[in-house]
């Protein structure tokens, strides 16, 4: 589709669509950046572009027909849901909707990995992103997506040489139409959002798109251990992407697996010992299966074994995932902030070797909290709740004979609540096991809130 002149809809004005916005208007649209948000003033989303804007029209408040009606293309941002009112009119006169995942694909150049899945998105891209830097250079290598910048921020800068590494969520993958990575990575799949997908059944149906544009001249990598992937990979369609698996729990005739204490990749002939777990920075199981995907996404380019196990030796983790802040009076305090889930956040329980005091609790995605409860197996010494499903999940442990349940207004509360609870030898884990809305703007601030806490009371 040719933008060059035409007038596009950009629904959402936060940081997603403000670089859809500044993409379109590069590339020579006419875009309407528009919010429904009726307390947003046009100045502060102006406030997005360092030239104010310039070309970007702002349009806040109930969507008019005339807006509609007038535009040749709507871009809708990700945390926008895809069946509400206003999405379902513009549908219904006939414009087309793109999201900025589509947007961003047609307008860069150059080859993609695309990683999606419950949970490990970041990690996994964190690393594909460093290992296709020591291959094929910093400056031909974007990271892009949830994990950071924007996919429309690195678009106009991409060459035909570049590879653009993107993690993709499932409200992304909504919207696609012709996006198309040459590799695809879906780490797992469990319940997840489902207040915006409603069924598990639609929630797969839309993380399994990633690989709708691919050929039999791509890759998708699956993890082996997940059901529903083994599943999707063993059911593939003729004309689809090669399939390779990982697996932390068995030897894999083809793919790359962990076995007394060692990643090894086999290509089906010939067997290579890629990395020692003893010499990984990142701790747990989950983890050995993130680096699985991000190695098999190296090889699948054709990295050198020895490079991959260089950038292996080295990568220290991400932020928010299972993090080390400090060690205050023989209490270690880590920062799962990440782990908005129960699956995710179980991983992080499973990683801890103390006896362990956890914070959880946050915004209501109508997850259930019994597997994470049951997987406290005396690891988890006391459950210190705060936010809006506080109470949910406090029920939940009492259900599950888990008593040492503590309820806090605020996190500050939540916060003195733990170190009072901790002894020397203890660890204490922000892994809340929901998302952050309501209390912070994401996960990455709460995160940072934590850490400071953690670093004053270390002062």
């Known amino acids: 589709m040719e933008l060059k002149g035409k007038k596009v809809l950009v629904f959402g004005a936060g940081r997603s669509g403000a670089g859809a916005s500044k993409l379109l208007r590069d590339c020579g649209a006419m875009p309407v950046l528009y919010d429904g948000n009726e307390s947003l003033s046009e100045s502060d989303i102006r406030k997005q572009f360092p030239d104010g804007g310039q070309g970007i029209g702002i349009e806040i408040g109930p969507l008019a027909d005339e807006l509609i009606n007038s535009s040749d293309l709507c871009v809708i941002s990700p945390g926008v849901p895809t069946d509400i009112e206003p999405v379902e009119r513009i549908r219904r006169a006939g414009v087309r909707i793109w999201g900025?995942?589509?947007?961003?694909?047609?307008?860069?150049?150059?080859?993609?990995?695309?990683?999606?899945?419950?949970?490990?998105?970041?990690t996994t891209v964190t690393l594909i992103g460093e290992l296709m830097k020591r291959y094929l250079g910093e400056n031909r290598v974007f990271v892009v997506g949830n994990i950071g910048a924007p996919y429309t921020k690195a678009a106009g800068r991409t060459a035909d040489d570049s590879m653009c590494v993107a993690e993709i969520s499932s409200f992304q993958l909504e919207t696609v139409e012709e996006f198309h990575p040459h590799v695809s990575v879906i780490t797992n799949i469990t319940p997840d959002h489902l207040n915006r997908h409603h069924t598990m059944e639609e929630y797969i149906r839309v993380k399994e798109r990633i690989a709708e544009n691919q050929n039999k001249d791509d890759v998708i990598i699956l993890n082996y251990e997940d059901e529903v992937l083994r599943q999707f990979g063993q059911t593939m369609r003729e004309d689809g992407p090669d399939v390779w698996w990982f697996s932390s729990a068995r030897v894999l005739e083809k793919g790359m697996y962990y076995e007394d204490g060692v990643l090894k990749y086999s290509d089906g002939s010939v067997v290579i010992d890629v990395i020692h777990t003893d010499e990984l920075k990142i701790l747990g199981k989950h983890n050995y299966e993130n680096v699985c995907a991000a190695a098999l996404c190296a090889l699948a380019v054709h990295m050198p074994v020895e490079q991959i196990r260089q950038v292996l030796r080295s990568f220290a983790g991400v932020e928010h995932r299972i993090e080390f802040v400090a060690e205050i009076d023989g209490v270690a305090y880590y920062n799962d902030s990440k782990g908005t889930n129960p699956d995710a956040a179980i991983k992080a329980v499973e990683a801890m070797r103390r006896p362990t005091v956890l914070i959880g609790g946050g915004y209501d995605k109508d997850s259930s909290y019994d597997t994470w409860i049951e997987s406290f197996d005396g690891k988890v010494k006391a459950l210190v709740l705060v936010g809006a499903t506080k109470e949910k999940i406090a029920a939940c442990a009492r259900e599950h004979g888990f008593s040492e349940v503590y309820l806090c207004g605020t996190f500050e509360e939540?916060?003195?609540?733990?170190?009072?609870?901790?002894?020397?030898?203890?660890?204490?884990?922000?892994?809340?096991?929901c998302a952050s809305w309501g209390m912070f703007r994401d996960y990455e601030e709460r995160g940072r809130v934590f850490k400071e806490l953690v670093l004053n009371r270390k002062k």
Do not use: H, I, Q
Not at 100 to 122: F, P
């Open 100 to 122: 900025e995942v589509e947007l961003a694909y047609r307008m860069s150049r150059g080859s993609v990995a695309a990683v999606t899945g419950t949970n490990g998105k970041t």
């Open 414 to 433: 939540c916060f003195d609540k733990c170190v009072s609870l901790a002894a020397e030898g203890d660890a204490v884990l922000l892994s809340p096991a």
